[in-house]
T-cell receptor
Framework: DTGVSQNPRHKITKRGQNVTFRCDPI?????LYWYRQTLGQGPEFLTY????????KSRLLSDRFSAERPKGSFSTLEIQRTEQGDSAMYLC?????????????FGEGSRLTVL | KQEVTQIPAALSVPEGENLVLNCSFT??????LQWFRQDPGKGLTSLLL???SQREQTSGRLNASLDKSSGRSTLYIAASQPGDSATYLC???????????WGAGTKLIIKP
């Protein structure tokens, strides 16, 4: 098991373009989380899945953001019509639901720069 | 509403010193608390997780304590090394079905 994998690691795009990030969780982890982190701040929760069901979405997740986990394995986070304020590190984490204590394991993140 | 605070925001100490990082939270009803390390431009590495029923956890030179009644957790690092330089974040999970509530982190610099 190689841990949580995120791709691409870095993405530079022009304002108005669409971008997609992929997250492959640790195998057999049924929960998958997306967070956003800006410089000097702690991560901000965006959304999470249990298997293929999206159970919670933060109000930070505007209608330009969409996340999917179609088969309950990998997940994608798409940002449409990117804005400069979307520049951040996008972090994915996974865990096992129903197993105490519910430790989260994070990937290396995908850094987005919107010019 | 649960809030998590980490003070100081930055700390610089000479190599070899023992040090303590602080994390405070406003609501004592928590499920667990997790300490993470983050190197510049990297993701988060889980260091220690303390269950609500525990008072401390140890891993190598790291020891994390939890005092729910006072709303505090500390991360003790023994015999600090330059490789310990990183940002340390704590996060509280209010219950098993809720997302983590994060502190802003303490940036630690260990001077050789």
């Amino acid at each position: 098991d190689t841990g949580v994998s995120q791709n691409p690691r870095h993405k530079i795009t022009k304002r108005g373009q669409n971008v997609t990030f992929r997250c492959d969780p640790i195998s057999e982890h049924n929960r998958l989380y997306w967070y956003r982190q800006t410089l000097g701040q702690g991560p901000e929760f965006l959304t999470y899945f249990q298997n293929e069901a999206q159970l919670e979405k933060s109000r930070l997740l505007s209608d330009r953001f969409s996340a999917e986990r179609p088969k309950g394995s990998f997940s994608t986070l798409e940002i449409q019509r990117t804005e400069q304020g979307d520049s951040a590190m996008y972090l994915c984490a996974s865990s096992v639901a129903g197993v105490y204590p519910g430790e989260l394991f994070f990937g290396e993140g995908s850094r987005l720069t919107v010019l | 509403k649960q809030e998590v605070t980490q003070i100081p925001a930055a700390l610089s100490v000479p190599e070899g010193e023992n040090l303590v990082l602080n994390c405070s939270f406003t609501d004592s009803a928590i499920y667990n608390l997790q300490w993470f390390r983050q190197d510049p431009g990297k993701g988060l590495t889980s260091l220690l997780l303390i269950q609500s029923s525990q008072r401390e956890q140890t891993s190598g030179r790291l020891n994390a304590s939890l005092d729910k009644s006072s709303g505090r957790s500390t991360l003790y690092i023994a015999a600090s090394q330059p490789g310990d330089s990183a940002t340390y974040l704590c996060a509280v999970r209010p219950d098993s079905n809720y997302q983590l509530i994060w502190g802003a982190g303490t940036k630690l610099i260990i001077k050789p």
